[in-house]
T-cell receptor, first 117, second 116 residues
Framework: NAGVMQNPRHLVRRRGQEARLRCSPMKGHSHVYWYRQLPEEGLKFMVYLQKENIIDESGMPKERFSAEFPKEGPSILRIQQVVRGDSAAYFC???????????????FGDGTRLSIL | AQKITQTQPGMFVQEKEAVTLDCTYDTSDPSYGLFWYKQPSSGEMIFLIYQGSYDQQNATEGRYSLNFQKARKSANLVISASQLGDSAMYFCAMREGSGGYNKLIFGAGTRLAVHP
């Protein structure tokens, strides 16, 4: 499935702890997108990043959530002081970029399933 | 506001028959892209097929084809010769944003069950 690597695959945290989710895009891709999928729902956009820049964070909760995509290393989605409602699958996708008419699909990682006890 | 609607929460089909999964969309942007993804029970998102708003012909990829009716704003997925391995959730998605990037908005999905 296209080479986007996410880890861990499963993550269990207790309420109040921090969760760090990592995403390495496909080789040659410099655009990363994070999505959240609640049970029995479709994916919801959270944030779009290019190297060292947050381009669009319109889907990110204003508190406790942050994302980064450093010059070196994977993109990180960080959730501080987790609550039960943060339990979800978090997907990362990457693309090469392109124009609005581009047919480049986003290639998704296998997701991280976050469970909050 | 842009949105994607999948009105069929669940569908079932007999093995080897064809099935159509519905998707309608709403956008005022003349330039957009429509995608279908498959999510099996293992959870990964698998890209199936893409249709651009300016494409003249309906997209096809193997057993998958997209019935694109622009005036009706529908982009239904047709799976021919269904196989047991096609049992999964199917999501329709639209690329939004005029800034040259691929942010997607997803429908709620349709769960397809293929019966032997």
């Amino acid at each position: 499935n296209a080479g986007v690597m996410q880890n861990p695959r499963h993550l269990v945290r207790r309420r109040g702890q921090e969760a760090r989710l990592r995403c390495s895009p496909m080789k040659g891709h410099s655009h990363v997108y994070w999505y959240r999928q609640l049970p029995e729902e479709g994916l919801k956009f959270m944030v779009y990043l290019q190297k060292e820049n947050i381009i669009d964070e319109s889907g990110m909760p204003k508190e406790r959530f942050s994302a980064e995509f450093p010059k070196e290393g994977p993109s990180i989605l960080r959730i501080q002081q987790v609550v039960r409602g943060d339990s979800a699958a978090y997907f990362c996708a990457s693309s090469r970029g392109g124009t609005p008419n581009s047919n480049q699909p986003q290639h998704f990682g296998d997701g991280t399933r976050l469970s909050i006890l | 506001a842009q949105k994607i609607t999948q009105t069929q929460p669940g569908m079932f089909v007999q093995e080897k028959e064809a099935v159509t999964l519905d998707c309608t969309y709403d956008t005022s942007d003349p330039s957009y892209g429509l995608f279908w993804y498959k999510q099996p029970s293992s959870g990964e998102m698998i890209f199936l097929i893409y249709q651009g708003s300016y494409d003249q012909q309906n997209a096809t990829e193997g057993r998958y084809s997209l019935n694109f009716q622009k005036a009706r704003k529908s982009a239904n997925l047709v799976i021919s010769a269904s196989q047991l391995g096609d049992s999964a959730m199917y999501f329709c998605a639209m690329r939004e944003g005029s800034g040259g990037y691929n942010k997607l908005i997803f429908g709620a999905g349709t769960r397809l069950a293929v019966h032997p």
